[in-house]
C-alpha cells in the first residue's frame, strides 16, 4: 500500500485525516487482500499518530485573552490538558 503514496509526515492534518477516513471505509469494506489489509492497518496508525501530533502542536499555539485589572488585554499560552 505504501507504494506511491506521499510521506505521512509532509501530509497536513486535513490530507492525514481523509486518507485516514479512506482506509477505515476500506478495512470497513472487507476490500483487498490479507497483506493489503495490514499493510493498510500499519499506514492508519501511523496516520493517526500523525493528526494526533498535529492536534497537539496546534493545541499548544492556542491562546487565550486575558483582560488585566487594569483594562490591559494580553495573551497568554493556554492551558493543556
Do not use: N, W
Not at 2 to 24: K, Y
Not at 35 to 53: N, P, T, V
Request: with cysteine.
Amino acid at each position: 500500500m505504501s507504494q506511491g503514496l506521499p510521506d505521512i509526515s509532509a501530509l497536513s492534518f486535513e490530507e492525514a485525516l481523509a486518507e485516514l477516513e479512506t482506509i477505515v471505509r476500506q478495512l470497513e469494506g472487507g476490500q483487498g487482500r490479507l497483506d493489503e489489509a495490514i499493510d493498510a492497518y500499519s499506514r492508519g496508525a501511523l496516520l493517526k499518530r500523525h493528526c494526533e501530533a498535529k492536534l497537539a502542536e496546534a493545541q499548544a499555539k492556542v491562546e487565550r485573552i486575558v483582560v488585566g485589572s487594569d483594562g490591559q488585554i494580553s495573551t497568554q499560552p493556554a492551558e493543556i490538558g
